[in-house]
Each structure stands twice: as structure tokens, then as C-alpha cells.
């Protein structure tokens, strides 16, 4: 611990109780600055930078900067033996945050509308769409937009664009986080019920009501799986970092066309709003969109039979047309209501039964469709497993280090989406006990694995942590290391 009487420096210098609040931040930057042998030309750089449209304030904060270097250099061990390199790059790694690299994603998989409304810790995912379409959505010949941005007045009327969007054929979406998806359940549910696709990119932060909202958690599986009043199962996608929430980003645009639903991504604070090292982004130029199964004009007048809600192929997923696609035919009523096969109200039970059973078909398809997850065996054969997913990656990944360690040898599996691949059961099933971690108080993905894989829920032994800080490896280690001595008979070590 080294201290620095910062408020006794700020009170010494400045008489004005505002300045001395202001100030404070950047003395302490020219403390670093010295401990860290940083070059205080590049700091000064960056302050001019910063207040390049506010001149004054140039001078004063850089006055402020080496009130701290000084002091530091004349009072502390400078530099320390941890010192800052000057580096143009990271190797072959990338440093960005989570939001702005699920935007990205967002413009790669299509998207041309994004209606919102501003929620910590979303908000930026919204500005960095901005951002990007800036740069790559405007025609190169006429300079005019090719997309829109609308704020909406709030969270009911953003998800009810991008759902109004999506049903006329365009790659919609809207960014919120816990508050925002409890206003939008029921719009959720018609998108759910007349099938249209949308993609709702949930930053998590902790809850419930207002909570922490500079805080991180993964507390809103349950209410985006099951979204909605009635039954309902929703896709869910969940990015360990920056560069999935890219990759899924752009996914989930596809799966939302084929599957005519919502998806969401499930980001959470501490992946959306910290900048994070990760694998340089992808994308093959080759790529085409999937539109998934809609019917064209030339289709419709060779006399194919087009039932909006007519399952042809038996996974569960009709034909659509897109608006104006024929002028007498192909066209239906979009309703959230209960309907037959070919999109007509009714209210009889065989036909809304009907429709709900080709909805979980749909459900099924999906499995073979999302993100599959991925596997590691420990070096020795095990009864031991951990399922874990999304910002916990890595201190999971650590914490495995940790745990073999000590003897302790886990099978590792991290889950990228919801439904459950056929995988997960194989995997529950190969385990005597298995850990699943979480950020979160309820044990939420437990509580899905159990409801739809039908295990056990003794054999699901839940690891938690949500006091909104990011989960540690330290954590991790510890609290599985305690329970596999207990199930062992062995007395906890603790270190």
C-alpha cells in the first residue's frame, strides 16, 4: 500500500472546494506517472486531446499532472519495479470492450435499424452502432445513411420498433439491460407468438428493480429464457468476450431470421463496459445472410400451398413472406392472437394446440442451431464436472489451474446457448456431481439445466457469487475445492 495525501495537496494548492475535487483525479495520474516511469509527454498529449475544444482547461490539468509527478518523485521510491512498457500492440490479441464489439457484430450480421433507450450499461452499445454505421452503412455515391437509429421514448416503444421492423424484412434490434426487458416482456411475447424476428442485446447488471447499476451479474436467464406471460422458451447467446460478443452479435441476426423470433445476447456489464484482450475479430467475406424460409413471388404463382403458420418441413418452422412480396397473394393477418394454420383467428383448442406443439418443434431445431458448447477433459479421469458460461470464462479457466493444483481433476464444459445442445445432458450424465457456476443469487442457469434436461438437481452442486464485483478465480477454486473435501470426507483446506 503506498499512501499519497492527495486532499492535503489539492488543499494546499487550489482554494476553490470545485477545483479541489477536479484536480484530485489527475494528481494522482502523475503519481502513477512517476511509480510507473510513464513518459509525461504522452500524458500531456493525451489531456490536450482531451479538452481540445476547451483550450483553458488544457493548461490546469497538465499544471495538476506534475503537481503529482513531483511529489512522487520527491517523496516516493520512483519507479517502482513494475513499470509501463510503450507498446504499439498486444501480440496478436486486440483490446476493446464488449459493446462496442457486439455493435460491430451487429453491422456485420446485417442489422439496419436500432431503436433504444438509454439504460447503464447498454447505453454505449447503442452510441458505438452509431458509430460504426458512421463509418460503414452510408453510400460511398450519395453520402446518405443506409440505416436507422431511432431513441425512442422508452423501452415498450424501442422493442416495439425493432419487432415492427423486423416483420417488414429488415435486421432490427434493440439494446437493454435487466429494468428494460421487464417492461418489454409482453412485446417479447408477440414476437414469440406471430414469429417475428428481432435480437435484444441484454447487458446485465445486478438487480432486481434499480439495484447496482454500475455493477455486474448474470441474473436474467430466467426472465429472458422464459420471457413473457403464457409459455414461451426464448434463444439465448452467451459470449465469454468481446470478440464472441462480435461473433455471436452478428449470429444472432441469422438465427432470428431463420428461427422468426427473438434472440438475445446475453452480455453483461463486466464483458460490455471494460475493455478486455481477445482474439482478433473474424468475418469471411464470402458470407452470405440467412433469411431463413421465405417465400418468394415466383413460388407463390407455381401454386405452392402458403400457410403463415403451415409447418412443410416438420422442424417446427413455417414459410413467411415479406411485405408486398405478391400483389394477390402470399399476404396474411399478423396477429397476437390464437390462429390455425393459415393465419385465421380462432379460439378452438385443437388448432391452438397445434400451434404451441410446433412451437417447441421449433425449440428443438434450435438446439442444432445456436453455438454448441465447448468441452475439456482434466488429465485424469474424473466424477467430477463444472458447467460454467459467458465473463466467467476466465477465471474459470484459472481456476481449474488452481484446483488441479491441489489434486482436484474436473471435466470443464462452457455453455454458449440456450436450449441445450445434446450435449449438456451427455455431459451431466458422464458426472457423478456436477458444478455450475454463476453471478447470480438463485442459481438461474441450474435452475434452466434442471427444468429441461430432467437431472437431478442434487447432483447440480451451485457455485455463486453476485455482489456485483466480476467472479474471481480465487473464488471459484476455494468454493469448489471446499465441496469436493466434503464430498470426499476430507476436511476443508483453505487457501
Not at 57 to 76: E, F, S, T
Not at 390 to 411: F, K, N, V
Request: charged share 25%.
Amino acid at each position: 500500500m503506498i499512501g499519497v495525501p492527495l486532499t492535503a495537496i489539492c488543499n494546499s494548492e487550489y482554494s476553490d472546494p470545485r477545483q479541489r475535487q477536479l484536480f484530485k483525479n489527475i494528481i494522482y495520474l502523475g503519481v502513477l506517472s512517476a511509480l510507473l516511469d510513464m513518459e509525461p509527454a504522452v500524458l500531456e498529449a493525451l489531456i490536450g486531446e482531451q479538452y481540445k475544444s476547451k483550450e483553458k482547461l488544457i493548461q490546469p490539468n497538465v499544471h495538476a499532472l506534475h503537481l503529482g509527478r513531483d511529489y512522487a518523485l520527491k517523496n516516493l521510491k520512483c519507479p517502482l519495479g513494475l513499470t509501463v512498457k510503450r507498446a504499439d500492440k498486444v501480440g496478436d490479441m486486440i483490446f476493446v470492450e464488449g459493446n462496442s464489439a457486439a455493435a460491430l457484430g451487429a453491422v456485420y450480421g446485417g442489422a439496419t435499424v436500432c431503436a433504444w433507450y438509454p439504460i447503464t450499461p447498454s447505453s454505449s452499445l447503442a452510441d458505438a452502432f452509431t458509430k460504426h454505421c458512421g463509418k460503414l452503412r452510408v453510400d460511398p455515391q450519395t453520402k446518405k445513411a443506409r440505416y436507422a437509429i431511432v431513441q425512442a421514448e422508452d423501452e415498450l416503444a424501442s422493442i416495439g420498433m425493432a419487432i415492427g421492423a423486423g416483420w417488414n424484412g429488415a435486421r432490427a434490434f434493440t439494446a437493454t439491460s435487466g429494468p428494460g426487458i421487464s417492461l418489454m416482456s409482453e412485446f417479447i411475447g408477440l414476437s414469440y407468438f406471430a414469429e417475428i424476428p428481432a435480437v435484444i442485446f441484454n447487458v446485465q447488471r445486478a438487480g432486481p428493480s434499480t439495484g447496482m447499476p454500475t455493477r455486474t451479474q448474470q441474473c436474467d436467464l430466467i426472465s429472458c429464457a422464459y420471457a413473457s406471460h403464457g409459455d414461451t422458451k426464448h434463444v439465448l447467446l452467451f459470449p465469454e468476450d468481446p470478440h464472441e460478443a462480435f461473433e455471436f452479435g452478428a449470429q444472432a441476426f441469422d438465427l432470428a431470421d431463420r428461427l422468426q423470433t427473438t434472440i438475445f445476447v446475453m452480455l453483461d456489464l463486466d464483458i460490455g463496459m471494460n475493455h478486455r484482450l481477445c482474439r482478433p475479430f473474424r468475418w469471411d467475406d464470402s458470407r452470405r445472410y440467412d433469411r431463413g424460409k421465405v417465400m418468394t413471388a415466383a413460388e407463390l404463382d407455381s401454386g405452392r400451398d402458403f400457410g403463415r403458420y403451415l409447418d412443410v418441413d416438420g422442424d417446427g418452422i413455417p414459410y413467411r413472406t415479406y411485405p408486398g412480396t405478391h400483389p394477390t397473394k402470399g399476404s396474411f393477418f399478423t396477429r397476437g392472437t390464437s390462429r390455425d394454420r393459415y393465419a385465421r383467428y380462432t379460439e378452438e383448442g385443437p388448432p391452438y394446440v397445434d400451434n404451441m406443439q410446433r412451437l417447441l418443434r421449433k425449440f428443438e431445431t434450435a438446439k442444432d442451431m445456436v453455438p454448441r458448447p465447448l468441452t475439456a477433459n482434466a488429465g485424469k479421469p474424473t466424477k467430477f464436472g463444472v458447467i460454467y458460461y459467458g465473463s466467467t470464462a476466465p477465471a474459470m479457466d484459472e481456476a481449474i489451474d488452481m484446483l488441479e493444483a491441489r489434486g482436484h481433476h474436473i471435466d470443464r464444459m462452457r455453455v454458449r446457448a440456450f436450449p441445450f445442445h445434446s450435449s449438456v445432458p451427455s455431459f451431466l450424465a458422464d458426472h457423478d456431481f456436477v458444478f455450475v457456476v454463476e453471478q447470480n443469487r438463485d442459481a438461474q442457469l441450474r435452475s434452466l439445466i434442471v427444468n429441461e434436461c430432467n437431472v437431478d438437481p442434487v447432483r447440480l452442486v451451485p457455485v455463486l457469487h453476485f455482489d456485483g464485483t466480476p467472479i474471481t478465480a480465487r473464488f471459484i477454486a476455494k468454493t469448489i475445492g471446499e465441496r469436493i473435501d466434503t464430498l470426499h470426507g476430507k476436511p476443508a483446506v483453505v487457501s
